[in-house]
């Protein structure tokens, strides 16, 4: 099988985030995608993050009816921080008999180059990347083994519901009904 492996906080999982894997199973050639809860991003050393199991959990809720994507625990057993190419070399391990495909934002592709092992993953991994707001990335200039997807922009942040929790606005359209009220309780200050 092949699986796209979709890093992330999920702090806290949003519609956004679901109908972004949704458009990587349609356009990348996937069985699967899983989605990486990560317990501490490198780049974001400073966000406070929402305990790894509650987070895990809203998304396995928001994921509920979902064949085909997965939220992941794997890298709970990983060091931490979590870098991709650990996590990459670990599933290639673990699971020979699977392709894994690395599904990244376009805010992590124009940081690609600071990333550990970028080299090695380039090499050993394809890359899909989903082209964000104000990520201009010239598809020309891309290696052989990274694509970009073709997809609507998706304007939601975890950043922003956690915001309008704060500020008692109402999340119902940003996340999946089965999580709604959760978010509001373990994001209100």
Not at 7 to 23: C, K, R, Y
Not at 118 to 138: A, C, G, Q, T, W
Request: proline share 6%; hydrophobic share 40%.
């Amino acid at each position: 099988m092949n699986i796209g492996i979709y890093g992330g906080t999920f702090n806290p999982i949003h519609n956004g985030h679901i109908a972004l894997a949704e458009t990587f199973l349609a356009q990348a050639g996937l069985d699967e995608v899983w989605l990486m809860v990560s317990p501490q991003n490198p780049f974001k050393v400073s966000d406070r993050l929402l305990d790894d199991r509650l987070r895990l959990e809203m998304a396995r809720k928001a994921l509920a009816g979902q064949s085909r994507i997965v939220a992941s625990d794997y890298e709970f057993s990983l060091p931490k921080p979590s870098y991709t190419w650990d996590t990459l070399q670990h599933l290639s391990a673990d699971y020979s008999h699977h392709r894994f495909t690395l599904l990244i934002g376009g805010d992590n592709w124009q940081s690609f180059d600071r990333w550990y092992h970028s080299e090695d993953i380039l090499s050993h991994y394809p890359i899909v990347v989903f082209p964000r707001k104000d990520n201009d990335i010239d598809e020309r200039s891309l290696p052989r083994s990274v694509r970009l997807l073709k997809s609507e922009l998706i304007n939601v942040s975890s950043t922003e519901i956690r915001e309008r929790v704060k500020n008692g606005m109402p999340v119902a359209d940003l996340v999946p009904l089965p999580i709604v009220a959760e978010v509001q309780r373990h994001y209100c200050p």
